[in-house]
């Protein structure tokens, strides 16, 4: 199953409506980049593409696949502002399509509830209504401004509404949202001051932190001096909320195409488990990080000398002899200690994620199909190409047909949709965002390779499992694992890819055992059905 | 259970067009190489030991192997060998420099002819003539009358006494088409090469590009001297195979007997020979590099499947 081509269009329109609202935040400096391809599997070859997202796209990304919002950053960044205007430009007017909620030490119960005298008028039981959630609630966007201002105890009840489950103070529990095609969906954006310089605010709570999925880091995205001389040439005091049109229709039936129908691709799947996998520890008693109690976030003080052993189990330590753990010597500044895996929970975010990331992206291919017939070599915050000529020849074997201009155009965008998966990039991309706060990476670590930038030191945790990752596929000792993972290796392969993971590679291992173990069930499954017989 | 298509992974290798994949050059493999034996051993022993660098091409036809060790804590290279099969080998033997002995099984006089359609003048005293540089010895055969034994070229050794021997081991090409037809008939072709560093050899220059700007620092600050000679000599040898008519395989090594590694102004001599076989690796065959003991390497047989 494909995603439909109209969907796609629609989301393309959808973020163009976005950009044109927001067109008074000016930003113009990239989000996230990444190389695609187009694929021409008959020649063995992909034709390599750069795409890029602006914060508007990011923005896009998180309505569409209903993703809530944190931007943090100092103060005049345009949080709110920006978050307004996107609101706006998505949802329509302000009260109708969104409602804002300020979060300060007045905020409880009464900010989100509503007493209706009706049903004592009509006299009906208390129970019958009397309490209920305020109507913003069921709006289809909201933010949540400000929400490091109340104090800790206050969050919690902030941490029911971004869980978009809340209980009434009769008892009764609301899901919150709007109903539209037979979903609950609400688009939250949170803000925050966050940092030592901004007094009277609080340590955003941790788990409300986890229930935002989206993180942007507005300090580390600064305007560029282009937008600042936009600001000062075209800068308006008030913001002007254009639009008085909802899109949510649209929204919702963009959000639900690809929650069903954009699968991933084999190589994506793989990637996403492997960053699960950096959980394992081969000094750890249990085999993972988890179960060690980390020192200032890190695992680090357990590399050093020799495993604890226990019993005959052995350790799964193999190294070459060195000082510690082999391991400790696969990642430049010793990474492996210092980084968790990506949990479950974070991974079912990434994927989603990840989702509007390539729905995007095919937004993107179309401006460049578009683009390269016309000789455009280069969108600013959308693509670019080296050589135009060269890539209109791959697009040519890529759709297959001898066909120029308008009909190439098509051509490659209808192939380009039909085939349209979650690809490695989409998962890169997004993993900036959603594992911001959220992988486990040591502070202190952060601050001495990345200059306590977080966002640079996921990225880069990004980039080297990346790396670890192809290279395990490109080894020989997996020359076969395409037979081994369909089920039609030998033992032989199985034991050589094992023991090149042991030694060199045990996240691979991580990542290929579950389909392994999966061939081994169902094959288990069909001795027992010859034993009784089908 | 899981609905995966595993034939997918495979994409990930499929060749890249559009962007210069710069990695695949040998500076790219060799500095990739660098940055693995840094992470792993650098970081963890003041002396690093000494390893192998494996790249073998997704076909098994050709291997790129890159002895590296630590000198100042920092990675250094200290040979380089290629091994591939079936190669072009009129491009191969433009390459080659120094001193070359070719045995041949079965080459006739009368073949020679035939061959660059020219006679040859067979002195009978000693069985030996010499077409340009290149001196043919006879061994007489009852059977087939004169048989080509070796041939022997020592180039520069009187055309070329002026020549620096920076100049002959780098840039001087002695063999010419005649000679490549002729040789194409070895059944065996060994090229031997070598060159004192300093002194009228090559110049050790002052690191740059592949080493880093630290280790330029470390040397101007301890009064570097680029034309002190470091000692050391670099050595080359090829030796190229016939095992079947008209297939060719080659097994280039070069190497340097100093401690400092090689010089950065052999590189474009290693690149030289690396052009010979650099479309036979792909993006696989870096990702895939093997970083291990010499030892561990040839002990697993990979280095002798080709």
New interface residues.
Partial sequence: MSIRKDVVKKAHLLNRILHENSEQYFHSRPMASS?S?I???E???????NVSYDIKDLLSIAALTQSSVLMTGGTDTGKTTLARLAMNGLLGKEEEGWHRIDVDNDFGKDAYTDVNFGVIVDGKKQSDGLIQASPYLFLPGLIADEINRAHPSIINKLLHIMDKDISLPNGERVKIGCSVGGIKYQFQIAAINEGADYSGTFGIDRALRRRTIIEIPMDIFPPTPFDRLCVQKYGRKETVLKNSKSNIEDIVDIYKEIESNLKL???A??FTNYLAAFDFCSYSLSGEKGAVQSKNGSVRHICAGKPIQIGDLPTGDEG?G??GCFF?????N?LCPYVRGISSGITKNLIAVSRGFALLRATKFVELADGVVNGENKKALSYS???PD??RA?LKSYVGMPVEGRDLVNAAVDKYITNLEVE?CDVESALGFVGYSKLGISDPWVLKYYQGNRYEAVRNFSRVAR?KF??G????ELAN??AV??GQGSPNDIDNIRKYCNKENPWLWRVLE??VQ?RE??SEKDSIDAIYGS | MFETNFSRISELFFREVGEKYDELSLKGMIRFAFKKYETAYLRAFSNGPIKRAFYASDDQTALLLLDVISSNRLPDLTALEIKAIDIDFSSVMKSLRGNLTAEFAGLEVSDIKKIIGEETNLSQKDNYTQIGLLGLYFSPDPKRKNVVQRAILNTGEKDDASLKPRKLFLEKTAIDDSMIKILSEASRIVVSNSLPLGGNGIQVERPQGIRSAFRSLYNLVHNYDPDKSPGGVIQELSRITQPEQGKYDLDYRIWVTSKEGMPESIIPRLEEFFSKVSNRFTKKTFKGMKLKDPAEIYDSGEERKI
Avoid at chain 1, 43 to 49: G, I, T
């Fill in positions: 190389r391809a694929v021409i599997p020649k063995k070859e992909k034709h390599l593409f691709h084999t190589v799947e793989m070459d060195g000082i400790l010597r696969t990642f430049e010793e190409i080296n050589n060269e890539f791959s490695l790396d192809e290279e596929l490109a080894r020989t694992l395409e993972l369909s579950p389909y999966n069930i169902n």
